[in-house]
């Protein structure tokens, strides 16, 4: 017989097999017990968590005569043809090759049919969310009037891209990630019936790489049973995982501790060289920060994870002071971020050991140097508004009775800045501005956030983009200092024009930093001076034109006449 993948060898077969979702195969036996079968059920969660499998068992439970429980036998005829796929009343569907209007029509046309042999007609539809709109619709439909003893099961890993109307007609299961010693236990069970030695260190390497899936546990397995000669080790999972030993994690985070650069980049390199994956390597160095805090803070929950405790582990426990660690966590989720959207993450890599080496208060080093730079700045206007409230407070007491208000409360005053608008800029983007250019970057909005680190994010979280051209964009800042702060950062320019590029095909417009308070003004300018044309492609509210490209001496006009005809009538009424 051909080799089965043991993913496929070790496949769920009845409720009690699936390995972490008891909550929901507790519930589904329930209702299967008590014969309260709904016409449709979504299951959501990670790849690998067990979905298309419970929805399998699900079938063989819901048409097993044998059923007990709501366990099916797997003994029976209709249990063994489930199980084989032959069953033509249990249909299983891919939602990704078969996601047109015509497939689910035709699935809408054979639910009208009575099953032929089982009890239920079931249609499972792995990858729901790639259905296209139409088909969604037809779905719908039937989902709306269901027929008698048929069944839906929706599978998916994205329900966010499923239509609220469909999953208000569904009961929905939501899978979790498998814990990672539920994944080892499962682990060892697997080999122990395959007759295969292993070392336990292996597993645990093998079940934090799976990240909560056990398919990708049993897949890694697999390879490392492969690689291994006769015995899976740790050097075995490491090697296939491409992730760190605990003496790697050591050495290198001591070394940062001790604020060796130069140790710290040339350890990096020689990981990368080996074949270390960067993403792998990220993820493991915060599990690892993450358990040095915790070992600090609760001994006892780490206590379990004996191939950790190692010597090494246990000096950076005492030496690392608290503070320093979250440094370390936010350096690396900030990396983590970035090396998504790159193709080259060794310099982000080298950069966050630079980072991880010097001490957090380093703003310049620290991803949250410019964070700390605004808070600093406002606590130093706030101080000077405080002085300012204090004085005007002091002159308001010291006032003679009857005197009248000082100019310089009543009037307001014109404040003056050192920043200077980049009006030749703004007006060279509103002269090709289009709402479809506008559009995409609004489409994209969250998703540049998300791409910006942490400090970044802060900054262009507080503004809005007003107008783009198929060169530039428009960007206005709720706050001047923001926008100054932005305008002088280079890196952080460079950094919204890379990210606008990736995620619009074609498009890779250079910003241009305003104030929102000068937008109404700036466009207003740009209108009066002869282009107005522009205006059907510039967001303007209704009616705004007319009072945009206004004669201002008209305004004055009118001005004068409101304040001429209010003086008569308050002379008539009296």
């Known amino acids: 017989m051909a080799y089965q993948a043991l993913y496929r060898v070790w496949r769920s077969q009845r409720f009690d097999d699936v390995v972490g979702q008891k909550a929901i195969t507790q519930t589904l036996k329930n209702a299967i017990d008590q014969k309260q079968i709904s016409h449709a059920y979504l299951f959501t969660g990670p790849r690998g968590t067990g979905k298309t499998s419970a929805a399998k068992i699900f079938a063989k439970a819901i048409n097993c005569p044998h059923q007990v429980n709501g366990e099916p036998c797997n003994e029976c005829e209709m249990c063994r043809s489930i199980t084989a796929g032959t069953q033509e009343d249990v249909i299983e569907i891919d939602a990704a090759s078969n996601n047109g209007v015509e497939e689910i029509r035709f699935i809408r046309d054979r639910a009208n049919y009575a099953p ?10 792995d990858e729901v969310h790639m259905l296209s709109t139409g088909a969604f619709n ?7 009037e269901p027929r008698k003893n048929v069944v839906f099961i929706l599978a998916t890993t994205e329900p966010h891209k499923i239509p609220a109307t ?43 790489a799976a990240e909560g899936g056990m398919r990708d546990a049993l897949s890694i397995t697999d390879q490392a049973i492969a690689f291994s000669d006769g015995t899976v080790t740790m050097q075995d999972a490491l090697e296939v995982t491409g992730s760190l030993s605990f003496d790697m994690m050591d050495r290198l985070m001591q070394a940062c501790l001790d604020k060796e650069v130069a140790q710290a980049l040339s350890m990096l390199r020689e990981l990368l060289a080996s074949g270390k994956e960067a993403r792998r390597l990220l993820e493991n160095l915060l599990v690892y920060c993450r358990d040095l805090l915790m070992y600090q803070q609760a001994p006892q929950l780490v206590a379990d994870k004996s191939t950790q405790l190692t010597d090494g582990f ?85 006032r003679p009775a009857g005197a009248a208000e000082p100019a310089t409360v009543t009037k307001k005053t014109k404040t003056t800045s050192s920043f200077r608008l980049p009006k030749e800029k703004v007006f060279q983007v509103l002269k090709g501005a289009t709402k479809k250019d506008l559009a995409n970057i609004r489409n994209i909005w969250d998703d540049l956030l998300m791409s910006l680190s942490v400090t970044q994010r802060a900054m262009l979280h507080a503004s809005e983009a007003k107008a783009a051209s198929q060169t530039g964009v428009v960007i206005a800042f709720d706050y001047e200092i923001l926008c100054q702060r932005a305008s002088n950062d280079q890196d952080f320019q460079l950094m919204i024009h890379n990210q606008i590029s990736k995620m619009v095909k074609d498009y890779a417009p250079q910003a241009v930093f305003i104030t929102k308070e000068s937008w109404p003004t700036l466009r207003r300018e740009f209108l009066a001076g002869g282009q107005v044309a522009a205006e059907t492609e510039l967001e303007v509210e209704a009616g705004d034109v007319a009072e945009e490209i206004a004669d201002p001496a008209e305004d004055e006009v009118v001005t004068q006449a409101q304040a001429l005809f209010g003086a008569l009538t308050s002379i008539e009424e009296n």
């Open 116 to 125: 032929t042999q089982a009890e239920y007609k079931i249609y499972i539809i």
């Open 138 to 144: 037809a779905l719908l439909k039937t989902l709306e």
């Open 166 to 208: 469909i999953i208000s007609r569904t009961q929905r299961f939501d899978f979790k990630r498998i814990n990672t010693q539920d994944i080892v236990s499962h682990l060892k069970t697997v080999l122990d019936s395959s007759e295969i030695s292993y070392e336990e260190e292996a597993l645990q390497v093998i079940a934090r």
């Open 314 to 398: 246990r000096a950076l426990a005492q030496q690392t002071a608290a503070p320093k660690i979250y440094h370390w966590i936010a350096v690396l989720n900030d990396t983590q971020n970035e090396v998504r959207f790159t193709n080259n993450p060794t310099i982000y890599l080298e950069v966050a050991m630079v980072k991880l080496a010097n001490d957090p208060e380093q703003a310049a080093l620290s991803s949250g140097g410019a964070a700390t730079d605004t808070s600093q700045e406002v606590q130093q206007l706030q101080i000077a508004v405080q002085k300012l409230q204090a004085e005007i407070q002091r002159l308001q007491e010291n």
